[in-house]
């Protein structure tokens, strides 16, 4: 539980970093589809020890590479 809780919280950082808005993070988190990984959501994706996978996500979007 602790692995998840951690992993969490930097995909949560990764993404307020990115638009400052940590309330926003929390609901892209837990409910929007990501297309690149078969809409499955950044929570389901770290639940499945993708987090730096879902890091290298935002990190491109916030470089304008995908979305």
């Not at 950082?13 to 940590?22: L, R």
Request: net charge negative; with cysteine; charged share 25%.
């Amino acid at each position: 539980m602790q692995c998840f809780i951690r992993a969490t919280l930097r995909a949560l950082h990764a993404d307020s970093d990115m638009n400052g808005d940590i309330e926003r993070t929390v609901v892209w988190f837990r409910n929007e589809p990501l297309v690149p990984f078969g809409h499955e959501t950044a929570e389901r994706l770290v639940a499945k020890g993708r987090v730096d996978d879902v890091i290298r996500y935002v990190m491109s979007l916030d470089a304008g590479v995908a979305g």
